[in-house]
């Protein structure tokens, strides 16, 4: 009997017990989903010739990841490497980025952006080309190179603002002043404007040859140029603010008319005499309202980084990332669905709607995506074109 009453309470002491430990289950803690994280790669000149531009084309990429991700959710991660001013240093800097990130943009002269769409094929990584306007790099895209695509004008359209001022403007003729070190570029476009008109003459600065090549030119351009020419600069760095200066005391005629860049900042301009009847072109204006994005990138990055938002290098790069984000959202890391998205998508940014041709440009002067232009006038800039925008005719000294 004391054998069977020890029996039973051996078998009910785990019975209890698991009673006792299985009164509430216990509850699982959530795994966190990792967020989409965004990883692009800038490069950017922090060195060399370019190094302007490279500063405000990193403030602008820095400006559109914060818009990302305050409106769009997307986690941004912005992996930048200095191109500085060689196709070497560039195709360098985009090995070094094309390890760890989805996507590639910017580079500043065409020979960079060539080396770089080179590279994004042998490393099967897609690039978008936010300055550089060589039209080889939609011949890249036509014989095979799938991975390149361009926001940035090409040239020809570079020579199409400059064709469009000239008929503005009813201009006699044209001077076109060049830059060397942007010698390609500016060739390309004037081949453009010589199928409108033929120059009055050609000149190139290169100040690494003689450090008094600007004012030299400048001084034979004042004697060469008449009442009623026009002078096309091809220089967007800070020497044109040299040249125009030197111009206009040599007594320089007519009405300068800048490529953009730095004379087509209004900070620039409003503390410059020598301002007054330059016309200049530009990708993006404050004062002409495209998109939701037009004000947003020129009033935050007034506020972010104490200046005026540069016009072209420094909105392209900012509208090239908006591209890629809002690509993203569809395709998500597939690299080869992103290429697909892009071919087959409309994307806002500050400077208009985007959508891409066969060649992968993006569609300048279509109804949607237009260059500005502009001229200053009694201290203010004055819209001339797009023509729904125009606030006055040209105006001449």
């Known amino acids: 009997m004391k054998f069977r009453l020890l029996l039973l309470i051996s078998l009910?002491?785990?019975?209890?017990?698991?009673?006792?430990t299985e009164?509430?289950?216990?509850?699982?803690?959530?795994?966190?989903?990792p967020a989409?994280?965004?990883k692009i790669g800038v490069l950017i000149p922090k060195t060399g010739k370019f190094q302007t531009s490279g500063v405000v084309m990193e403030n602008s990429a820095r400006l559109a990841k914060k818009h990302?991700?305050?409106?769009?959710g997307i986690k941004v991660e912005l992996v930048f490497a200095?191109?500085?001013?060689?196709?070497?240093?560039?195709?360098?800097?985009?090995?070094?980025?094309?390890?760890?990130?989805?996507a590639v943009v910017g580079a500043y002269s065409s020979t960079q952006a060539i080396a770089a769409a080179d590279t994004a094929m042998e490393t099967k990584t897609p690039y978008i080309v936010s300055v550089a306007s060589a039209g080889i790099i939609e011949q890249k895209v036509n014989e095979g190179n799938r991975y390149v695509f361009r926001n940035?004008?090409?040239?020809?359209?570079?020579?199409e603002l400059a064709v469009e001022f000239l008929k503005l403007s009813k201009a006699e003729g044209y001077y076109f002043q060049g830059f060397q070190p942007l010698s390609t570029f500016n060739q390309g476009m004037l081949n453009v404007i010589k199928k409108y008109k033929e120059p009055v003459a050609v000149s190139y600065y290169n100040p690494s040859v003689d450090?008094?090549?600007?004012?030299?030119?400048?001084?034979?351009?004042?004697?060469?140029?008449?009442?009623?020419?026009?002078?096309?600069?091809?220089?967007p760095g800070r020497l044109s603010i040299s040249y125009l200066k030197e111009y206009r005391q040599n007594g320089g005629k007519g009405i300068v008319y800048s490529i953009g860049g730095v004379l087509a900042l209004p900070q620039t301009l409003k503390n410059l005499e020598s301002a007054e009847y330059t016309a200049f072109q530009s990708a993006a204006l404050d004062k002409i309202k495209v998109t939701e994005y037009t004000e947003k990138y020129f009033e935050d990055y007034r506020k972010e980084f104490g200046e005026d938002a540069n016009n072209y290098a420094g909105v392209l790069t900012y509208d090239a990332i908006l591209i890629l984000a809002k690509a993203f959202e569809k395709s998500g890391d597939d690299k080869e669905m992103l290429i697909k998205v892009l071919e087959e998508g409309e994307f806002t940014g500050a400077c208009g709607v985007y959508k891409f041709n066969e060649n992968h440009q993006a569609l300048w002067g279509s109804e949607k995506l237009k260059g500005k232009i502009s001229e200053w006038v009694d201290g203010r800039a004055v819209v001339l074109y797009p023509e729904e925008y125009r606030e006055s005719d040209v105006v001449w000294p």
């Open 211 to 235: 450090p008094k090549d600007v004012q030299k030119k400048a001084v034979e351009a004042a004697n060469a140029v008449g009442e009623h020419d026009v002078l096309i600069l091809g220089d």
């Open 12 to 20: 009910l002491i785990p019975v209890l017990v698991i009673g006792c």
């Open 23 to 33: 009164e509430k289950a216990p509850t699982k803690t959530p795994t966190p989903v």
């Open 82 to 102: 200095d191109c500085g001013d060689s196709a070497e240093k560039t195709k360098s800097a985009f090995l070094e980025l094309s390890d760890s990130v989805l």
């Open 68 to 72: 990302i991700e305050e409106e769009m």
């Open 152 to 159: 940035a004008y090409n040239t020809t359209y570079w020579g």
């Open 36 to 38: 989409n994280v965004l």
